[in-house]
């Protein structure tokens, strides 16, 4: 059974992106020793297998971003295989161990991993990986790969890896953003709390500015009283 004929099968009216997390096509016929049918919108795929198929090139591998394991044993892929894994949360030389089942694999690029930043890094990988001839564009004798450009996209694997380091920088710089909006929000609260109580300070000042006049009215009204009342009283008055 060739790969597209298996795809239909496992499909079953479902659309490319509801296939998840497996894909299994192993012991499917190549066509041309080159994928088939495989596209792009299996983009939630994060295992494929594809063992004794008579895969001889990676060319038609398409981008699979959540992608996490990739089975190829027994193909007849020849060549040097070029592997990117820029990018990626790579921090222990370990890591890349399951590498060591790539016996065609002769170029590896780490751009921005962490595991670049360790001691003896480069020693390291190609200690690991023997059959590795170009790490992060040079040789173990820094003898820059022919046409060679370590930070363009890679034509194979790469495909594979996706943006995901871009993709967390976006949701990080989004997050900020909300953050910064949030703090905008409390900003903008805290101002109208303030005017709410400079007009409720206003408002009382001119509460206690009227009781003040209404007191001073009080007592002239008193004192007219009683100045009236002395003028009733008083002994020149009553001589009248």
């Known amino acids: 059974m060739d790969i597209k004929r298996r795809l239909t099968l496992e499909l079953r009216n479902r659309k490319p992106g509801e296939v998840r997390p497996d894909?299994?096509?192993?012991?499917?016929?190549?066509?041309?020793?080159?994928?088939?049918?495989?596209?792009?919108?299996?983009?939630?795929?994060?295992?494929?297998?594809?063992?004794?198929?008579?895969?001889?090139?990676?060319?038609?591998?398409?981008?699979?971003?959540?992608?996490?394991?990739?089975?190829?044993?027994?193909?007849?892929?020849?060549?040097?295989?070029?592997?990117?894994?820029?990018?990626?949360?790579?921090?222990?030389?370990?890591?890349?161990?399951?590498?060591?089942?790539?016996?065609?694999?002769?170029?590896?690029?780490?751009?921005?991993?962490?595991?670049?930043?360790?001691?003896?890094?480069?020693e390291s990988v190609f200690g690991l990986l023997p059959q590795l001839t170009y790490l992060d564009g040079y040789s173990a004798d820094d003898k820059e790969a022919p046409d060679s450009d370590p930070e363009a996209d890679r034509e194979g694997l790469d495909s594979v890896c996706g943006e995901n380091g871009e993709e967390e920088e976006e949701e990080e710089e989004e997050e900020e953003e909300l953050d910064e909006d949030v703090i905008d929000d409390e900003d903008d609260e805290d101002d109208e709390d303030d005017e709410d109580e400079d007009v409720d300070g206003e408002e009382e000042e001119e509460e206690e500015e009227e009781e003040e006049d209404e007191e001073e009215d009080g007592i002239e009204d008193e004192v007219r009283k009683k100045l009236a009342l002395c003028c009733l009283f008083s002994p020149e008055r009553g001589s009248e």
Do not use: H, W
């Open 23 to 122: 894909l299994v096509l192993d012991n499917c016929s190549s066509e041309d020793g080159k994928i088939g049918g495989l596209s792009s919108e299996f983009e939630n795929l994060e295992f494929l297998s594809m063992i004794s198929i008579n895969l001889v090139s990676l060319a038609n591998l398409p981008k699979l971003p959540r992608l996490q394991k990739l089975e190829l044993s027994d193909n007849l892929i020849s060549g040097g295989l070029e592997l990117n894994l820029s990018r990626n949360k790579i921090k222990d030389i370990n890591t890349l161990e399951p590498l060591k089942k790539l016996p065609n694999l002769k170029s590896l690029d780490l751009f921005n991993c962490d595991v670049t930043m360790l001691m003896s890094y480069r």
